[in-house]
């Protein structure tokens, strides 16, 4: 188990000290990936390096595995870090170095034996499904080739951690998946705790179980990923998760409800049945939504109708079939929640 308790990180300036993260507390548990997310400058990557101390903090304590790496020595420190990998969105292979070559370097150091280091180079290799390219240098791989081989290098010493510090922010979407997909294999096969750095929300929804919402420089929120989704509580969670489309469509009819998949309901035609059971025509303004092992994930925006009644019976049979929803109101209401001087940011199980 990781544990941030406390945790400051100052870079001293000539026009005054910049603090990257400030008062940060968070429990990793083993098992997980565990996504921290936020937009550029608010301090992940920061948080991200002082967990195998390439950063150093200021203040706080760091506990990986009960032991605080803040107090131990140079020696304890390098055995610790021998059990947590790291990924970079930049891959930092060695250029002169074949892929198998580059897999072995961490072995070369820990002073593996040879048949010993060749043996656990292929074993990682097939894990990422690189075989065929041991041979072949840097230059001569795509993106998400040489970000498979940074993965197997990270896990050359089986690791029980692994640190992904914007690990996808370099490829395409195809390839994102597909990296993402063996991360979450490796999760699975090998119970390697990951720690997901991202500012993308459809990374932490694709393959984290919690995440941790970082801005200017603190936690605003966190807690299990379908938890967050459904419920944002901050204002950039709130932006990082609902799309802006979500937010500005709009509409003449009644309020909106923004239905919320997160994993948790079966692939059942939600609209079609509430329009058959009820008799309601719905309108659908905005839907992203996606399957994910088996399970949809995503946002839908409808428009209930004007007439009361029959707005509560389009409520009522969300909640009789579990679909989580928000009531985001009319567009009269939403312009002067967002016009009026003190905005709530607060929830409950109607808003937003």
Known sequence: MIELIHLDK????????VVALEDINLTIEDGAIYGIIGLSGAGK????????????????????????????KT????????????????????????VEANVRFPLELAKFKKDAAKARVAELLELVGLSEKAKAYPSQLSGGQKQRVAIARALALSPKYLLCDEATSALDPNTTT????????????????????????????SICTDVAVIDQSHIVESGKVADVFAFPQSEIAKQLIIPELIRTVK???????????????????????????????????????????????????????????????VKQYLEKNNVTYRDEGTAAQMA???????KDNTTDKEEI
């Open 10 to 17: 100052t870079y001293p300036a000539a026009d005054g000290d």
């Open 45 to 72: 990557s920061t948080l991200v390096r002082c967990i195998n101390l390439l950063e150093k903090p200021t203040a706080g304590q760091v506990l990986v595995d009960g032991e605080d790496l803040t107090k131990v």
């Open 75 to 98: 020696k304890r420190l390098y055995e610790i870090r021998r059990n947590i990998g790291m990924i970079f969105q930049s891959f930092n292979l060695l250029e002169q170095r074949t």
């Open 178 to 205: 597909s990296i993402l997909e063996l991360l979450r294999e490796i999760n699975r096969k090998l119970g390697v705790t990951i720690v997901v750095i991202t500012h993308e929300m459809r990374v932490v929804d």
């Open 251 to 313: 509409s003449t009819g009644g309020s909106k409800l923004r239905l919320v998949f997160n994993g948790e309901e079966a692939d059942t035609p939600v609209v079609s049945g509430l329009a058959i059971e009820c008799g309601i025509a719905v309108n659908i303004l905005y839907a992203d939504t996606k399957n994910i092992d088996g399970k949809t994930y995503g946002h839908m925006v409808i428009t209930l109708p004007e007439d009361e009644g029959q707005a509560a019976k």
């Open 336 to 342: 002067q929640t967002q016009e009026g001087p003190d």
